[in-house]
């Protein structure tokens, strides 16, 4: 399965998205927890060996949390995965690492890794800035459903809007409430991969596309999503 790329690895919108990068001062920082939590409950989701959330820099791409991979934090940005897949405005399905199936970067890195899997939906922020990617990685050949597609969609969504978060928290000089919003998404989250791990012991693997699984998961995804909600509203007006 492959994707068409554009033809530079640079988009035309770069010098604001770069701003919008910026604004958040996320890249390059060292992990939170809760950025864990939903790595490892999108592989969890996916049943893959790799989860991770990235950020596109200008010349470096920063992996803010990272299940599956030891010791990789930042990759140049002509060497990873996620520097083309913010490119297209739609999520980026592969199983083809070949270097001629996208010549923007490098598969180097991947090829060493064994990797043949990449599936990853934008972190998009309020003004649309494609700023990252929330993504899930396997060293088999395989596809994606459109129920799962929506799922890792909605999954990327959750991220973007937990960094947002995290910058109006931090911004207006709350970080207390930051911990504890932290700490109230991570409680959901381990209820949310206790939940998978038991549909998976019971059927055997996680089917997204079967009727039962995929609406207890879109409601944990709600969930999440209504703790968001609550907190973004309790961030005081002007922060």
């Known amino acids: 399965m492959s994707i068409s790329f554009p033809a530079n690895l640079i988009p035309a919108d770069e010098a604001a998205r770069l701003r919008t990068l910026h604004l958040y001062q996320i890249a390059g920082t060292a992990p939170e927890k809760i950025f864990d939590d939903y790595v490892g409950w999108a592989a969890q989701l996916f049943s893959t060996p790799i989860g991770l959330i990235s950020f596109v820099d200008e010349d470096q791409v920063h992996f803010k949390a990272v299940v599956g991979v030891e010791g990789v934090s930042v990759l140049p940005r002509t060497e990873s995965m996620c520097s083309a897949a913010i490119l297209p405005d739609a999520s980026v399905i592969t199983s083809d690492y070949k270097a001629e199936s996208c010549a923007l970067i490098k598969p180097d890195v991947a090829q060493a890794l064994g990797l043949n899997f990449y599936a990853g939906s934008a972190l998009r922020m309020p003004d649309g800035a494609r700023v990252g990617m929330m993504a899930v990685i396997g060293r088999e050949y395989r ?54 791990r038991y549909l998976a012991t019971r059927n055997d693997g996680l089917n997204l596309d079967d009727t039962e699984v995929q609406d207890l998961i879109m409601r944990r995804l709600a969930g999440v999503a209504k703790v968001l909600d609550r907190r973004m509203r309790e961030v005081p007006a002007g922060a």
């Open 143 to 196: 596809t994606l459903s459109a129920d799962e597609e929506i799922v890792l969609t909605q999954l990327a969504d959750l991220v973007s809007r937990t960094i947002e978060l995290r910058f109006q928290y931090l911004n207006a000089r709350r970080p207390h409430d930051w911990d504890a919003a932290q700490q109230e998404l991570a409680a959901t989250l381990d209820d949310n991969a206790a939940l998978t």
